[in-house]
């Protein structure tokens, strides 16, 4: 069974402060996918990276892929209220055509 | 991307029975998938759902807790039978929908507690 560990679990900081959530696992993933999600909805795709080494960026957000594809970390620069979310990362083995394996999440808050 | 409707968004029933969960599709896919969010949890999957054949079940969910239907490539079913509190959960099907097809996407969950 694949495992994803996702930390911080709980993340509470103030506006304007940076931070950084961590993905790791022992196992190597296809391509990993970091989701948001809000209160009674569905998790939303924030971004796919599927080459070792890659670095996605998202605006303030900065996703990037370990060189060997077990890890994965969510850097946020100068955070706003509007960050307040559910962080999920998620992997992807195989061909791609299977279920994604979740960590556990991030509750993160910003406070203004 | 994908764009899927579940229905209900949420509902309260009673312990003991059944609930049927549909999630609707605006394209044909091959596979559709089923999770669970127990409240304040990451999701766990559930089960894979491919039409023409029985759906593929993860570790610790069985067909007769969970079965599912998969009728055409655009719509699933999911039942939670002879509920429990402990069934009390956010249910949630995706897709790997365009343009890459490489890309999960989720319907907006159906919130289920179980009294």
């Known amino acids: 069974t694949q495992l994803l560990e996702q930390s911080p679990q709980f993340l509470s900081i103030q506006e304007g402060e940076n931070l950084t959530v961590y993905c790791n696992s022992s196992?190597?993933?296809?391509?990993l996918q970091w989701y948001r999600q809000e209160p009674g909805e569905g998790p939303v795709l924030l971004v796919t990276?599927?080459?070792?080494?890659e670095v996605k960026k998202l605006k303030r957000l900065t996703f990037q892929f370990g060189d060997a594809r077990k890890d994965s970390s969510l850097h946020i620069t100068a955070a706003q209220p509007g960050d307040t979310g559910l962080y999920l990362c998620?992997?992807?083995?195989?061909?791609?055509?299977?279920?994604?394996?979740f960590g556990k999440g991030t509750h993160l808050i910003i406070q203004p | 991307s994908a764009v899927i409707s579940q229905k209900p968004s949420r509902d309260i029933c009673q312990r003991g029975t059944s609930l049927t969960i549909q999630c609707q599709v605006d394209?044909?896919?091959?596979?559709m998938f089923w999770y669970r969010q127990q409240p304040g949890q990451s999701l766990t999957l559930i089960a894979t759902?491919?039409?023409?054949?029985?759906?593929?079940?993860e570790s610790g969910f069985v067909i007769d807790k969970f079965p599912i239907s998969r009728p055409n490539l655009t719509f699933s079913t999911l039942t939670v039978s002879n509920m429990s509190p402990e069934d009390s959960s956010i249910y949630l099907c995706?897709?790997?929908?365009?343009?890459?097809?490489?890309?999960?996407?989720f319907g907006p969950g159906t919130r289920l507690t179980v009294l």
């Open positions: 995706s897709v790997y929908g365009p343009p890459s097809y490489n890309e999960q996407f």
């Open positions: 998620a992997g992807v083995s195989g061909g791609g055509a299977d279920g994604l394996t």
């Open positions: 394209s044909q896919v091959t596979m």
């Open positions: 990276v599927v080459t070792g080494g």
């Open positions: 759902a491919n039409q023409g054949s029985e759906a593929t079940y």
């Open positions: 196992s190597v993933f296809s391509s």
